[in-house]
């Protein structure tokens, strides 16, 4: 099993739709956790950290389960902008980074 | 506040030759972080550092390659005599305690 696994997309959506990505991760001991975003050919920038209480940031909300080792990132009312590939971040004690696949999205016209 | 920076942003280097890559943290960031992203494929960690210690190195290939991260002037990463599939886009990132790690635009090296 690999230790961070996300849907495999790519998903595509319409303009104002409700998109919903998931994330598993293998150690349970991990500690922080992150969601990123990455354009074509463009550095990850940071999207949000995610809290144990989960977290909403604007249009996107983070989840987190601990119990089932997995975490959310949920994006209402989807723009053209919000193209991109989603990363999730685990990580142990700031050691041991791991980045997901990714999860590619379209949002159409 | 500058971000990270990176540089050069494009690198092209001969199999054989050196190729070294230079990282500065965003003001105030003293952890380092360094991937590496071949096309169409994910990130992978390779180094994790703090000023004068290397903390994770468990991603670097065990040969050619190496990381520091000196008390003063930026990181650098070093890769020595590069092969074809050392080609590929190289990020660093910075971050304070917390973790939350900025990235820098990246180097693309690129070896003929």
């Known amino acids: 099993r690999k230790e961070v696994e996300q849907d495999p997309g790519p998903f595509n959506v319409p303009e104002g739709a409700t998109v919903a990505f998931n994330c598993t991760y293998s150690?349970?001991?991990?500690?922080?956790f992150f969601w990123y975003r990455q354009d074509c050919r463009k550095e990850p920038k940071l999207l949000m950290s995610v809290y144990s209480s989960g977290n909403e940031d604007g249009r996107f909300t983070a989840q987190l389960n601990r119990a089932s080792q997995y975490i959310s990132l949920l994006i209402r009312d989807s723009k053209l902008s919000d193209s991109a590939t989603y990363l999730c971040?685990?990580?142990?004690?700031?050691?041991?980074?791991?980045f997901g696949p990714g999860t590619r999205l379209s949002v159409l016209p | 506040n500058a971000g990270v920076m990176q540089n050069p942003r494009h690198l092209v280097r001969r199999r054989g030759q050196e190729a070294r890559l230079r990282c500065s943290p965003m003001?105030?960031?003293?952890?380092v972080y360094w991937y590496r992203q071949l096309p169409e494929e994910g990130l992978k960690f390779m180094v994790y550092?703090?000023?004068?210690?290397?903390?994770?190195e468990s991603g670097m290939p065990k040969e050619r390659f190496s990381a520091e991260f000196p008390k003063e002037g930026p990181s650098i990463l070093r890769i020595q005599q590069v092969v074809r599939g050392d080609s590929a886009a190289y990020f660093c990132a910075s971050s304070t305690v917390s973790y939350e790690q900025y990235f820098g635009p990246g180097t693309r090296l690129t070896v003929t």
């Open positions: 971040v685990v990580t142990l004690y700031g050691q041991n980074f791991v």
């Open positions: 550092l703090q000023k004068e210690n290397i903390i994770d």
């Open positions: 150690n349970s001991a991990s500690q922080s």
């Open positions: 003001k105030g960031h003293s952890h």
